[in-house]
């Protein structure tokens, strides 16, 4: 449910307006190196606003949520002096800046495209709706701290994720235009990230259900907004020849990539590549057509509050962080 992972095992809980937010990690090896200040600069990557773009290499805030959290982590236990024990490790982020009015119409009007229909009936209404609660894109916060332990795990092993597409455009200049254009119109827009690990060995992977694109799928479709992956050649494969598709292998392996780094499940020591498709972000500022349960009547629900033109601006170190949890269990 909220865990993932065997061996390096993380759970998440809380909820976007509770108290804190936060990620227990077992199985984390002892004698790493980690204090609060090594979280802060994939934390900075996935803040919305100035110093989320500024950590992103990019320019301007348009496109995501004015909502911004100090987003400091606060080591609870598994670390003395600056380094891990071997014990759970528990880090914690205190939430401050909400406005839990917002979504005080939730209950008896769910958002399209949200959770609030099913999680309300799931739990007999019992569940926190506010900001989404549980199911907020929140929760990917704890999730990146996880990342930051994962990677200092996965020596040697280099993982980067980057923003490729917003709104179906893959040219980068135009996208503060699209993203201002959808704004204006009370609109948002989806996006594509690419992800490649590199340095990996020959042979993590557990076939048959445990293959390294199973368990990397299962771990980037928990990432909220998430639509579809696909690896190396992906989708296109369908569409080419064997011969088209097929890496032929040289003394050090695959001299081609169309399988993404892997052969049967398991990694082949070419590069791991894949691809993540993010939905819009579903609270938007147009009046879109839902059920009033209090009323039993259709009825138009205009969102108050605070959100992302386009969350997917923020989700490259989220991808990185999932990617980085399934590396470091099955090493």
Known sequence: MNTFGRIFRVSIFGESHG?????????????????AADFAADIARRAPGAR???????????????????????????????????AP???????A???????????????????????????????????????????TLPVVAAGVVAKKVLEGI?????????????????????????????DSLGGVVQCTATGLPIGLGEPFFDSVESLVSHAVFSI?????????DGFAASRMKGSEHNDPFGADGPVKNGAGGING????GAPLVFRVAF????????????????????DTLRIKGRHDVCFALRTPVIVEAMTAIVLADLL
């Open 279 to 298: 939905k819009p972000t579903s609270s938007i500022a147009k009046p879109q057509r839902t059920w009033n349960f209090a009323e039993d009547r259709e």
């Open 224 to 232: 909220p907004g998430v639509r579809g992956i696909e690896f190396g």
């Open 52 to 86: 989320g773009a500024e950590a992103r290499g990019e320019s301007g805030t348009v496109g995501t949520t004015p909502r911004v959290e100090a987003d400091e982590p606060q080591i609870l236990s598994g670390v003395v002096d600056g380094h891990t024990t071997g």
């Open 158 to 186: 280099d993982i980067q994720a980057d923003l490729i597409e917003v709104g179906g455009c893959a040219d980068k200049a135009r996208w503060p235009e699209l993203l201002a254009a959808a704004a204006a119109e009370g």
């Open 265 to 268: 499940g398991i990694t082949n």
């Open 19 to 35: 108290e804190a937010i936060g990620v227990v990690m077992d199985g984390v090896p002892e004698g790493l190196p980690l204090e």
């Open 97 to 139: 800046n909400t406005r839990s009015g917002d979504y005080s119409d939730f209950d008896a009007m769910p958002r399209p495209g949200h959770a609030d229909y099913v999680a309300a009936v799931k739990w007999d209404w019992a569940n926190d709706p506010r900001g989404g609660g549980h199911f907020s894109g929140r929760i």
């Open 89 to 95: 490790l528990t880090i914690i982020f205190r939430n």
